[in-house]
Nanobody, 128 residues
Framework: QVQLAESGGGVVQAGGSLRLSCAAS????????MAWFRQAPGKEREFVSA????????YYADSVKGRFTIARDSSNDTVNLQMTSLKSEETAIYYC?????????????????????WGQGTQVTVSS
């Protein structure tokens, strides 16, 4: 059973930075894409960023481009999300997700469908 463990959430002032990490375990070798989603209070879960197995192709929501950076470390099956210039409206639970690097992923990486496994989430609170 694949398990994802997020870490790095916390409280930060607006304009500050945080680095989230997600470690995967329990899976055999395969090409897995990894992603971050977030869910703010009273809102639906939304796509934040995704990265391919190789780490070479990265995708971002328009709202975070230029401020967030996703990085993949395939040697230890982790993915990190460096977040800078955080805004109060980005207060949310951030979820790590993973799924096979299939055609569905490249077509629908912004959707939840391509991702088979999800972490429990880590709270990020941005105070204004």
């Amino acid at each position: 059973q694949v398990q994802l463990a997020e870490s790095g959430g916390g409280v930060v002032q607006a304009g500050g930075s945080l680095r989230l990490s997600c470690a995967a375990s329990g899976r055999t070798f395969s090409r897995w894409a990894m992603a971050w989603f977030r869910q703010a209070p009273g809102k639906e879960r939304e796509f934040v960023s995704a990265v391919t197995w190789s780490g070479l192709r990265k995708y971002y929501a328009d709202s975070v481009k230029g401020r967030f950076t996703i990085a993949r470390d395939s040697s230890n099956d982790t993915v990190n999300l460096q977040m800078t210039s955080l805004k109060s409206e980005e207060t949310a639970i951030y979820y790590c997700a993973t799924g096979g690097e299939t055609r569905d992923f490249f077509v629908d990486y912004r959707q939840e469908g391509p991702y088979e496994y999800w972490g429990q989430g880590t709270q990020v609170t941005v105070s204004s």
